[in-house]
């Protein structure tokens, strides 16, 4: 079964960091674009950062733009979001997903399930003082 499973997720005060992972069971991410997305209660689920299989093509959505990074190391099978700067408004559960077809271009706009091939559980992340 393949499957992604997110982590690194907590409570972290305005102005902190936290760094998510992104992991595999079942299958190797060298051929896999990811990206990352994130859902606030009440929200509907947006794109928040994707990477390219090989790691030479990322976006970002204006509202993370200078404060998040996203990176992959396919030889341990994990993809990063580095998260700096956090606001109160980036309080979501993230969620990762993977798909051999979509381009980096367009993945961050995939944001139903039946649009990619796998999507992990969720990690929640809460930015409060």
């Known amino acids: 079964q393949l499957q992604l499973v997110e982590s690194g997720g907590g409570l972290v005060q305005p102005g902190g960091s936290l760094r998510l992972s992104c992991t595999t069971s079942?299958?190797?991410?060298?051929?896999?674009?990811i990206g990352w997305f994130r859902q606030a209660p009440g929200k509907e689920r947006e794109g928040v950062s994707c990477?390219?299989?090989?790691?030479?093509?990322?976006n970002y959505a204006d509202s993370v733009k200078g404060r998040f990074t996203i990176s992959r190391d396919n030889a341990k099978n994990t993809v990063y979001l580095q998260m700096n700067s956090l606001k109160p408004e980036d309080t979501a559960t993230y969620y990762c997903?993977?798909?051999?077809?979509?381009?980096?271009?367009?993945?961050?706009?995939?944001?139903?399930?039946?649009?990619?091939?796998?999507w992990g559980q969720g990690t929640l992340v809460t930015v409060s003082s």
């Open positions: 990477i390219s299989s090989s790691g030479g093509s990322t």
């Open positions: 997903a993977a798909d051999p077809w979509t381009p980096v271009q367009a993945m961050c706009l995939m944001t139903r399930d039946r649009y990619l091939e796998i």
């Open positions: 079942g299958f190797t991410l060298d051929y896999y674009v």
